[in-house]
């Protein structure tokens, strides 16, 4: 009973670390005019996926790979299918251009390399399938820096068309996603704090998720030799699930004011986070032995990205039936996972 109970404040600590985290970055950004859109792809998107980040910090330390792989496998299937199919469900997904165009076809990409550079034995003809320290070089200072690269320069040429100057210089590409504006009628400002307690919310967040991620792994490990089960089942089924909390709830309030795109963004940006920073700093720390068997979520994750690529592709918007059919095939995976054990 005390393992569950400090397994249930553990998550408590992460969920609610991670708003404190949400709350005080993003009033930050608004206190640096950081437009709207950039805000979703990256400050709330890695804010909301500070629970995945520090247990999968600790179960590389620990040398728990099931649980790091289950973790951040698990938690993109989970807010792909789930915190889509709700916010489809219940409100109009109606998505830019960039998004379709641009988040969607990196989220696959990103996912298509990890898969490539985790299976050793097919691809590279290795004796066993590791995420090794290189592996996690190249998803961090590739993957991860080519993306945070490439938005600020989309960022930065979208002001340049705006002010009809489209002359590229190094300082404009640095300043001008930072210029201050007039918030668009589109895309209300949000809460803002003053910067001491956005400050403050920031570090009593950290402080949070830290201590939380360190009792996850530590109580996961408890429950999975209490009730005699596999950490790969217990992290996709249950740590993925808990550790999305944060994207759910960030995701639906914002389709339900209307901000579908900042929701997106939020979803595909975590998703992009999760894999190409997380799992690359996981690797740094200690090398990864991948379990195959991880092989058939990350193929579910694949076609489910290229699915919601084709649904927005023609009409930008996911349709209601579109978001109950990823609800319906996350319901048969979950059996599938339970069954597989």
Known sequence: MMTLLLFLLAFLLLTGGSELISRGTSSIARHLSISET?????????STSAPEFLVNIFSSIKGYPDISFGNI?????????????IIGTFSQICLKRSIIFKLLPFSIVTTLIFWIIIN???????????????????????????FIFFFIYQAAM??????????????????????????EAENPPGLIYSMPFSVIFFTIGLVSVITGGYLVVKEAVAV????????KLLSVCVIAVLTSVP?????????????SDLAMANILGSNIFNIAFIMGLS??????????????????????????????????????????SLLAIYAAYFVFVIIRG
């Open 38 to 46: 950039m805000i979703g792809i990256t400050i709330i998107a890695f």
């Open 73 to 85: 496998i698990g938690s993109n299937i989970f807010n792909l299918f789930v915190i889509t199919g």
């Open 120 to 146: 050793d034995v097919a691809f590279f003809g290795s004796e066993t399938n590791t995420l090794s320290q290189l592996d996690g070089g190249i998803l961090v200072l590739g993957l991860f820096q080519f």
């Open 158 to 183: 979208s002001k340049m068309r705006e002010g009809r100057s489209y002359e590229m210089r190094i300082p404009d590409l640095l300043t001008k996603p930072y210029i201050k504006r007039e918030p």
């Open 224 to 231: 999975s030799m209490q009730v005699n089960t596999s950490l």
């Open 247 to 259: 994207e759910l709830i960030v995701s639906y309030i914002s389709a339900r004011r209307g901000q």
């Open 283 to 324: 690797a740094l720390i200690r090398p990864l032995a991948f379990n195959t068997a991880f092989d058939t979520d990350i193929l579910v994750l694949l076609i489910g990205t290229s699915a919601l690529y084709l649904f927005c592709r023609g009409e930008r918007s996911v349709q209601r039936i579109e978001a109950v």
